[in-house]
């Protein structure tokens, strides 16, 4: 069966369907930040208007304060209009603080536009981060058993601040360097059209060396990602297998595979730092190249009296406004690229489908019976090897249905398959008569609890983990659940009693004990239908007997499916399915199979021997 894309996850995500450029991508991300983006344009372009405004002041001051040049007839009727004489001093005085408010203002509009920018910016990243990760948690199991996580946390933490660079670091940047050097270059022209000319001839090569810059770049960055994505996993990997490395004195060994994942980062990002030095330095080089030549030819302009000191500097001054945008222009495509290499990664999560969802109209919130019926059921995760075939089986309300087999026989699998973890490739499973599609699957899954051979214990007070699966749960009842799990004792030994945060003592917690919490959870889940992947598997003696009889207790008027590891469950159970290679190779009952299954024999065999060394003991 295909997983059907029914989740608005996908629906919401902008990268499903959007096969345009990533500046379409990012803005596609900024749309609901439009309003105030605009009113950062007005910033911007006040911001502009006041850089634009500010030389002529001191053009007035060089020219007619200090240079005895005759004010121009607006000027003089301005002063005259407010009985001021246009003296030299007068001029001076009124020009320096008329050029200095204007400065200030500017650095004003310019600290308003950055306390907005970084808000917007950061609120762009959090809204990206929330549905990726929303997006991340959608995707199958099969698709975070084959992923790295320190790729995936990469992704989430430090490839979503593209959107951001992007957007307002790129596209908006750009847009307001272009309109500030139209701007400057407008008044440029004004002032002195040669000068203009000269100044623009840095252009042509300016952007022929980004082209070639940006064609040697790209992959970098792209390296560069896949580098410190590398270097996450080798973290997280080595975290998460913490006691296998020590146990086996291995610290070297990691330490040296995690520094060469940091050398190839390192690497990485020099390449990209050495060849961001040089592209600045030609850059430079060019705008040097161009204010000289420019100085030249003003210079002689004014030796021979064709223009006055006053135009020289300020026709300078925006020769300086023009290339300053002229460079930013540069660099930002220079770090665009970069950000693309991030904004490639985070796009490609969000094409990850997401797990097999519900069908239109699946029924929400009911109570089932726990009828569960599996027929010819056949699954593989890779396509042409099966992992199961032509699996079929009953389990009534109520009922324990012991899965046996050897390891890789496919029982995980199975059990997966009924909490839909992933969907059935042929056959079906039916519960309570209906295909278990036609549940919503957080429907389905309310209504089956799972205890595994490895609990997880979440981050958190001893209370929040075992109302996990049903928070609305009341204190009396946490505490019911807890009796019934053995576990109220050892509870109230704690510093904190149900209060007490786990991650203080998680690591004194022994496997029982977790075990124990993590059948409280079940019983206050209180769902008609359980999944044992046997959880005393891992325990010892004096830990496995409470677990045992908390386990006990908890199957009881359940429909309950166990995969057994210990002989008395499997005596216990109504029916006995042995299981090799994907196949059900015997049903029945103990007795039964006893009797007429060689598999069953030894694998009984096998199981009841380390019962008979603890019975022993
Ligand atoms: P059991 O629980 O009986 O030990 P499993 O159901 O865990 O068996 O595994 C059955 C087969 O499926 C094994 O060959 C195993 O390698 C394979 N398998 C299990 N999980 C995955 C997975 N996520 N991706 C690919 N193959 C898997």
């Known amino acids: 069966m295909r997983c059907v894309r029914a989740s608005s996850l996908v629906k919401s995500s902008p990268s499903s369907g959007w096969r345009t450029s990533q500046l379409g991508w990012a803005w596609a991300h900024a749309r609901p930040y439009r309003g105030r983006i605009a009113i950062l344009a007005g910033l911007s372009l006040s911001e502009i208007a006041l850089r634009m405004a500010a030389p002529f002041a001191m053009m007035v001051v060089v020219d007619h304060a200090l240079g005895g040049k005759a004010p121009s007839g607006r000027l003089a009727r301005v002063f005259a209009g407010v009985g001021l004489p246009a003296t030299g001093r007068t001029l001076l005085v009124t020009f320096v603080v008329a050029g200095l408010a204007m400065q200030l203002a500017h650095q004003l509009v310019v600290m308003l536009h950055n306390r907005r920018s970084v808000v917007i910016g950061q609120s762009m990243i959090r809204d990206l981060r929330e549905r990726l990760f ?62 203009a000319v000269l100044a623009l001839a840095i252009v042509p090569p300016l952007f022929g060396w980004l082209r070639f810059h940006g064609r040697r770049v790209g992959p970098r960055a792209d390296r560069a990602r896949r580098a410190d994505s590398h270097l996450s996993s080798r973290l997280f990997e080595t975290l998460a297998s913490i006691r296998l490395i020590k146990s086996h004195a291995r610290e070297d060994h990691e330490l040296q595979r995690f520094s060469r994942a940091a050398d190839d980062s390192a690497r990485a990002w020099i390449g990209i730092g ?48 023009v290339y300053g945008p002229l460079s930013a222009i540069a660099n930002t495509s220079n770090e665009l690229l970069n950000s693309f290499a991030g904004a490639r990664r985070v796009r490609a999560a969000f094409e990850v489908a997401p797990e097999c969802t519900e069908r239109p109209g699946a029924i929400d919130g009911c109570r089932l019976r726990g009828d569960v019926e599996v027929s010819s059921v056949a699954f593989a995760y890779k396509p042409g090897v099966p992992v199961l075939e032509d699996v079929s089986f009953r389990a009534r309300p109520g009922q324990l249905v012991a899965i046996v087999g050897p390891s890789g026989a496919g029982k995980s699998t199975l059990a997966g398959l009924v909490v839909r973890f992933h969907d059935v490739q042929a056959g079906a499973i039916r519960i309570d008569g209906r295909p278990i599609q036609d549940y919503r699957v957080r429907a389905l899954r309310r209504q089956i609890a799972l205890v595994l051979q490895d609990s997880v214990i979440m981050s958190g007070s001893v209370r929040d983990n075992l109302r996990y699966g049903r928070p609305d749960a009341t204190d009396a009842e946490i505490e019911a659940a807890a009796r019934a799990a053995h576990a109220h004792d050892f509870i109230m030994e704690m510093p904190d009693g149900y209060d007490t945060v786990l991650e203080e003592v998680g690591g004194t917690l022994s496997g029982g004990q977790r075990q124990r919490l993590s059948i409280a959870r079940a019983f206050l889940k209180d769902a008609p239908i359980l999944i044992l992947d046997e959880p005393t598997a891992v325990l010892d003696t004096l830990a496995e007997s409470q677990v045992v009889d908390a386990i006990e207790h908890l199957s009881e008027k359940r429909t309950t499916l166990v995969i057994a590891h210990r002989l008395s469950t499997v005596r216990r159970a109504d029916h006995i399915l042995v299981m090799d290679r994907g196949r059900i190779v015997g049903s029945g009952t103990h007795e039964q199979l006893h009797a007429t299954n060689v598999m069953y024999r030894q694998l009984a065999a096998q199981l009841s021997v380390p019962e008979a060394r603890t019975m022993a003991r």
């Open 134 to 195: 929303a997006h991340v948690q959608a995707a199958t199991l099969r698709h975070h058993v084959a992923t790295p996580t320190g790729d995936a946390v990469n992704r989430l933490e430090a490839d979503t601040r593209c959107v951001e660079h992007i957007v307002l670091r790129g596209m908006f940047s750009l847009v307001f360097s272009v309109l500030t050097l139209i701007a400057m270059l407008s008044v440029l022209v004004a002032i002195e059209p040669r000068i």
């Open 274 to 321: 050495r060849a961001g030095a040089v592209f600045g330095v030609v850059n430079g080089w060019l705008t040097a190249i161009g204010s000289s030549a420019i100085l030249l030819v003003g210079g002689m302009s004014v030796l021979d009296r064709g223009m006055t000191l006053g135009t020289l500097l300020l026709a300078l001054t925006y020769v300086g406004y």
